[in-house]
């Protein structure tokens, strides 16, 4: 893909910024599902610092809105009545169309879930939209909830090393142009494709050579890919930290048993 | 932008498990929806939903770990025939899903609810609750080489349809399927059921009566190649995506804007893309759903683009609601009415809608060179592509 420009960045990271939701219209923190916060602060603290305006969203989730629809069928399951407003927020795509009407954004809007790979191949889908549909807020999302960190454990081997070792919540913002623009970083991705025979970090070496060419080292995997929103979250940090350099990102996703690999270039 | 084109098509769905004997009952406008009997969803009446019979050939759909990837396997299947070997061609998948795993997922978290041992089961049962876990099944089965996972509500699949189509422009494949699927689930129905969009008779799209929709299920699979790839393997395409269109409306969350605005910008993208004029869109296979709200906003839409309005037709009640799967699986039954020349009839509508003013098209014969497919999502998320008749001296 032809590498895009990242002209903002911004993350929301609960973990680390207790104060995270202070600047959401209040009437939304007390009423709207924790993860449509999480994005719209996101969001709003990278137009801060940001002049452009995006036209449109690409979200990358894995589990999307997973509190809503646990919400939900608790309420089917349990009185016979499942709230409407928690089916609403329950589909992947809720943060994204929250995020259009909160900041006027009318052009695309797309939900992409592939897991680990989400961003890469979230990356992948804002680099093939149009012209004139730049820029691009392209938003890493997901969240934490308690039921997961009771189930993970008990998911395949493979699948708990990966998600449970560090199982991280955040919302990480990238706006992105598809034009080469002077002193902004340059970020582009290939994948999610699978593994086959490879071993992940072998397939991720495979990619990474076809993306950047061969001699720019790949960080083992289990640095940048044990959770969800980690591959966002390095790129966020690289670009934050502002140190010249080309930087490769690889990711792999257990479930699907397919590999990523983003290349930002500072 | 190019014309895509489509050398081959998958189709399973209420009406069949395969695109021609789909067609057949669309065309017809079959009335195809039965209650629902795959689970019981506990409400005050057993609501008519198109649920896919049991697959005749077995051998097609099973192995999948999960409702969603046997019927998408499927639909795969048929849409691949035409071109069992692929000569080193690079294989690509955009795969749209809103319900992907839930349907085994549901099933285990209200066991893990009556039983705190029953964690134990948890790997088998969430193993493909993902999107991309279904994505990834579905590409090591028919040896693809990457895939994308989308989730966009009811308007997914179109989007999928549009990056395959982007996809295959790009150059990152040679051939691309485009796959659209969703099964019937308790989320999905008793979802619907709480914000009271549901007809438990059976939806009616465009008709005076019209009170909700009815659900469905199935798969629809477009296989898109490169021009050269398609040349080489001397298939002769079926038909030619055209253009694709995409916006949000910016307004509810659940309600379209009510005078379609976000739906006039997606169609007009795709029109735009298609490098057509608007006078030559010879049928429009509506989203149609037979909401109150939804039906009249898409027709005020389409009068902003049409004068006069186009033939149109909505499938939901012959084959339901198929939220991710609905735009692939009826451009799939459009595309054999582009073949035939003939607007299918809609199922359902018997009584015009003053606050309407227009009918869906009887059932009647047209020459068909470009069509346009709608799908409209929770989120104010719209889809529109153009299809147009396959011409080698077009490229």
């Known amino acids: 893909m032809k590498p895009l420009s990242v002209i903002g960045v911004s993350s929301i990271q609960p973990a680390r910024d207790p104060d995270w939701s202070a600047e959401v219209p209040k009437i939304m923190r007390t009423r709207a599902p924790r993860i449509w916060c999480m994005a719209h602060a996101a969001v709003k603290k990278m137009l801060i610092d940001c002049s452009r305006t995006p036209k449109s969203i690409v979200t990358a989730t894995a589990l999307g809105a997973l509190g809503e629809t646990k919400n939900f069928l608790d309420g089917v399951f349990k009185d016979g009545f499942g709230s409407p407003r928690n ?124 993306i950047s060419g061969n001699g720019i080292t790949l960080p083992p995997l289990d640095e940048t890919s044990d959770s969800f929103v980690k591959p966002a979250i390095v790129a966020h940090n690289h670009i934050t930290e502002a140190a010249p350099g080309t930087y490769l990102i690889g990711s792999y996703a257990p479930s699907a048993q397919a590999a990523a690999v983003v290349m930002l270039c500072m | 932008m190019s014309r895509i084109p489509i050398i081959g098509m998958g189709a399973v769905s209420a009406a069949g498990h395969c695109a021609s004997k789909g067609y057949d009952a669309v065309v017809a406008g079959k009335d195809c929806l039965t209650p629902l009997s795959l689970f019981d969803a506990a409400l005050k009446a057993v609501p008519l939903c198109g649920q896919v019979p049991d697959d005749p050939e077995p051998g097609y759909s099973s192995g999948g770990p999960n409702r969603c990837a046997g019927l998408a396997l499927r639909a795969i299947r048929e849409a691949l025939q035409p071109m069992p070997e692929r000569n080193g061609l690079r294989l690509g998948m955009a795969l749209a899903t809103t319900v992907a795993g839930m349907t085994r997922s549901e099933q285990f978290y209200r066991a893990l609810r009556d039983d705190p041992g029953y964690l134990e089961h948890a790997a088998r049962e969430l193993a493909c609750h993902e999107p991309t876990a279904i994505a990834g099944f579905l ?203 003939r607007i299918p009839a809609t199922a359902g509508f018997e009584q015009p809608d003053e606050a309407i003013n227009a009918q869906p098209s009887p059932g009647e014969e047209k020459i068909i060179h470009h069509f346009i497919k709608n799908s409209f999502g929770f989120g104010g998320n719209n889809a529109s592509v153009v299809i147009s008749k396959w011409e080698w001296s077009k490229q």
């Open chain 1, 87 to 210: 089916f609403i927020a329950s589909v992947h795509n809720s943060m994204a169309g929250k995020l259009a009407v909160d900041f006027s954004i009318n052009g695309p809007n797309l939900t992409i879930c592939d897991g680990q790979n989400s961003f890469a191949s979230a990356l992948v889908t804002a680099s093939l939209l149009s012209q004139k549909d730049f820029p691009v807020c392209l938003v890493v999302i997901e969240e934490r909830i308690e039921l997961l960190d009771t189930i993970l454990p008990y998911l395949s081997e493979e699948c708990a090393a990966y998600l449970n070792r560090n199982w991280y919540e955040a919302a990480v913002v990238f706006l992105l142009d598809n034009n080469q623009i002077q002193g902004c970083p340059r970020i582009s991705a290939v994948g999610p494709e699978t593994v086959g025979s490879l071993a992940p970090e072998e397939k991720c070496a495979l990619l990474a050579g076809a």
């Open chain 2, 139 to 341: 590409a090591r089965q028919i040896n693809a080489q990457g895939f994308h996972s989308i989730s966009t509500a009811c308007s997914t699949s179109l989007h999928a349809l549009g990056m395959a189509k982007r996809l295959i422009e790009h150059d990152r494949y040679d051939l691309c399927l485009a796959v659209g699927v969703d099964a019937l689930s308790i989320l999905t129905v008793r979802g619907f059921a709480s914000l009271m969009l549901l007809d438990f008779s059976g939806c009616k799209p465009f008709d005076a009566r019209r009170v909700g929709i009815s659900l469905g299920e199935g798969a629809g699979a477009l296989l898109l190649a490169s021009a050269k790839a398609a040349r080489q393997s001397g298939i002769e395409p079926v038909a030619a995506v055209a253009g694709w269109g995409a916006s949000a409306d910016g307004h509810h969350m659940t309600a379209p804007h009510p005078d379609g605005e976000g739906a006039v910008r997606a169609t007009t993208a795709a029109l735009e893309e298609a490098d057509i004029a608007a006078s030559a869109i010879d049928m429009i296979a509506a989203h149609g759903t037979g909401t109150p709200d939804n039906d009249i906003a898409e027709i005020r839409a389409m009068r902003t683009l049409f004068d006069p309005l186009p033939p149109f037709c909505s499938m939901k009640r012959t084959l339901g609601h198929t939220l991710a799967a609905s735009g692939i699986l009826e451009t799939v039954f459009a595309i054999h009415a582009l073949h035939d020349n």
